[in-house]
């Protein structure tokens, strides 16, 4: 109940633009900028945090949807992480408290076109204990938007977890033991691509990881700058053209007729 409370407040104060805060809801756990590890798996970019053994940013960027591979849950530890850089325990499902999904940062069937770069998405170093509902039905939703606007353009995704380690945000910490990482308690992500007019467009999301959300992303919808603003002085900008960073469209944008769903 207390985090409960503690994730109702965040998202009350990042409702509305004019309310934003000039520093992240969020304390950043330094006041420094991170020192995060770029790890290239493919067809995707990881920044990771070898220290505390957590992903913190995903980026890659989609051509049309070429493939229809089936999804294999064959989920494994990476090996290739860095001497001395912590990775998670174990890559069995998170089961203990039940209702928790092992869930992708950069999404399995982004890249069904290609059977090792669906392997790789499969490391549990792009993998985070989430909700099962918040996975197949809000993080899903910004999953099937990137789908369908692949097709019409080349389509950039940047996107991210929030980890707080400190006070009601260690509430949902159930998995350190068993794995050790911690829950996050915010995801967010960012679509760059052009729009009918062949004009750069962005869409942002800055979603709390709560149940029961559903489908609809209007109320999570934010710019980049605002974004950015939120993650704190810890965190690198994020890789947008500046004079699109002030962009946030009134509404999500629609999914399009004959989306491929698969």
Same mark, same amino acid.
């Given at each position: 109940?207390?985090?409960?409370?503690?994730?109702?407040?965040?998202?009350?104060?990042?409702?509305?633009?004019?309310?934003?805060?000039?520093?992240?809801?969020?304390?950043?756990?330094?006041?420094? #900028?991170?020192?995060?590890?770029?790890?290239?798996?493919?067809?995707?970019?990881? %920044?990771?945090?070898?220290?505390?053994?957590? #992903?913190?940013? +995903?980026?890659?960027?989609?051509?049309?949807?070429?493939?229809?591979?089936?999804?294999?849950?064959?989920?494994?530890?990476?090996?290739?992480? &860095?001497?001395?850089?912590?990775?998670?325990?174990?890559?069995?499902?998170?089961?203990? &408290?039940?209702?928790?999904?092992?869930?992708?940062?950069?999404?399995?069937?982004?890249?069904?076109?290609?059977?090792?770069?669906?392997?790789?998405?499969?490391?549990?170093?792009?993998?985070? &204990?989430?909700?099962?509902?918040?996975?197949?039905?809000? *993080?899903?939703?910004?999953?099937?938007?990137?789908?369908?606007?692949?097709?019409?353009? #080349?389509?950039?995704?940047?996107?991210?977890?929030? +980890?707080?380690?400190?006070?009601?945000?260690?509430?949902?910490?159930?998995?350190?033991?068993?794995? /050790?990482?911690?829950?996050?308690?915010?995801? *967010?992500?960012?679509?760059?691509?052009?729009?009918?007019?062949?004009?750069?467009?962005?869409?942002? %999301? %800055?979603? &709390?990881?709560?149940?029961?959300?559903?489908?609809?992303?209007? #109320?999570?919808?934010?710019?980049?700058?605002?974004?950015?603003?939120?993650? /704190?002085?810890?965190?690198?900008?994020?890789?947008?053209?500046?004079?699109?960073?002030?962009?946030?469209?009134?509404?999500? %944008?629609?999914?399009?007729?004959?989306?491929?769903?698969?």
């Amino acid at each position: 109940m207390r985090r409960l409370l503690f994730l109702l407040f965040l998202l009350t104060l990042t409702s509305c633009a004019l309310r934003l805060p000039t520093r992240p809801l969020l304390e950043p756990s330094v006041t420094a #900028p991170l020192a995060l590890t770029v790890l290239e798996r493919g067809r995707y970019t990881l %920044w990771y945090d070898c220290q505390r053994g957590e #992903p913190h940013r +995903f980026r890659f960027t989609l051509g049309q949807d070429q493939g229809q591979l089936p999804r294999l849950d064959n989920f494994r530890l990476d090996r290739d992480l &860095p001497a001395g850089c912590k990775g998670q325990a174990s890559a069995k499902a998170y089961s203990l &408290p039940k209702g928790f999904h092992r869930g992708h940062l950069a999404a399995n069937n982004h890249f069904d076109d290609d059977r090792a770069a669906m392997d790789a998405s499969n490391l549990m170093s792009n993998i985070v &204990p989430q909700l099962a509902t918040h996975n197949s039905r809000t *993080w899903y939703q910004t999953e099937l938007l990137t789908e369908c606007y692949r097709d019409l353009h #080349p389509v950039t995704v940047i996107g991210g977890v929030v +980890f707080g380690h400190a006070g009601a945000a260690l509430d949902n910490d159930h998995f350190v033991e068993s794995h /050790g990482i911690a829950t996050p308690e915010v995801f *967010w992500k960012v679509l760059l691509t052009k729009d009918e007019q062949d004009r750069p467009q962005v869409i942002a %999301w %800055w979603i &709390p990881h709560l149940d029961g959300l559903g489908s609809d992303l209007d #109320p999570y919808l934010r710019s980049v700058r605002e974004i950015e603003r939120l993650l /704190g002085p810890g965190e690198a900008p994020i890789d947008v053209p500046d004079t699109l960073k002030d962009q946030r469209p009134s509404h999500t %944008w629609p999914v399009t007729a004959g989306c491929d769903r698969q």
